[in-house]
């Protein structure tokens, strides 16, 4: 049986929790920070969550963890089996985690956590999250999924990219973000309305209080 671990606080961890929900797969957790480990280097070479450990070795980075479950769990399918299609979703997976999710990450520490953020941080988050968000509008179909008419890799990247790029914009620099995709509100909220996304919230929500006794721990 594969092992996931991290922690369900992690956005990309609980993009590889959703897809295994998605697909029925059992699988055992391991609740794990990223750390610098001896032990666990041996396992995820950065240091980084999530990791997942299968009978053949272990993977790291989230795409590619995806893309191995689609293949050893094929349904359903995470991906479209025509090679344009596929790397359509590829694609637009891509753009949400580059182009939403990372520069939303520069401003979680004041946004979350109650820290200072420089104002020229801020300052090139807006630019970038604006951007982003006009670009994924020029490709993503929105109809209702990001790729068209049925839920993909790229829907699971949008949820937890998007979500916390949205609430960055808004506490921030008080901006609609997703008004500036057209179709991207209503996707985010039927997304949301997934029985497996609840319950993956109300995880995430428990864990939320351990977690934030960690970081403070940190100094």
């Not at 191995?68 to 790397?87: G, V």
Request: proline residues 5%; glycine residues 4%; aromatic residues 12%.
């Amino acid at each position: 049986m594969i092992s996931l671990y991290g922690f369900d606080v992690s956005n990309y961890y609980n993009m590889i929790k959703l897809a295994l929900a998605y697909k029925e797969v059992d699988y055992n957790r391991v609740n794990i920070y990223p750390n610098q480990s001896p032990e666990f280097l041996a396992l995820s070479p950065i240091g980084k969550v999530p990791m997942l450990e299968t009978t053949e070795g272990c993977l790291c980075e989230t795409s590619v963890i995806l893309e191995y479950i689609d293949s050893q769990y094929p349904t359903p399918s995470l991906y479209p089996s025509d090679a344009f299609a596929k790397a359509k979703v590829k694609e637009l997976a891509k753009m949400c985690e580059l182009y939403l999710e990372l520069p939303a990450r520069r401003c979680f520490p004041e946004v979350f956590f109650g820290q200072q953020v420089s104002l020229e941080t801020k300052k090139e988050t807006k630019r970038a999250l604006i951007k982003g968000i006009e670009a994924l509008a020029r490709v993503a179909k929105f109809n209702p999924y990001l790729a068209g008419n049925e839920f993909t890799a790229a829907d699971i990247f949008f949820l937890y990219s998007a979500d916390m790029a949205s609430i960055v914009a808004k506490k921030t620099f008080d901006i609609d973000l997703l008004v500036m995709a057209p179709g991207a509100k209503e996707l985010l909220l039927l997304l949301k309305e997934m029985p497996l996304v609840q319950q993956i919230s109300e995880d995430r929500k428990i864990a939320d209080i351990e977690f934030k006794k960690y970081i403070a721990s940190l100094g």
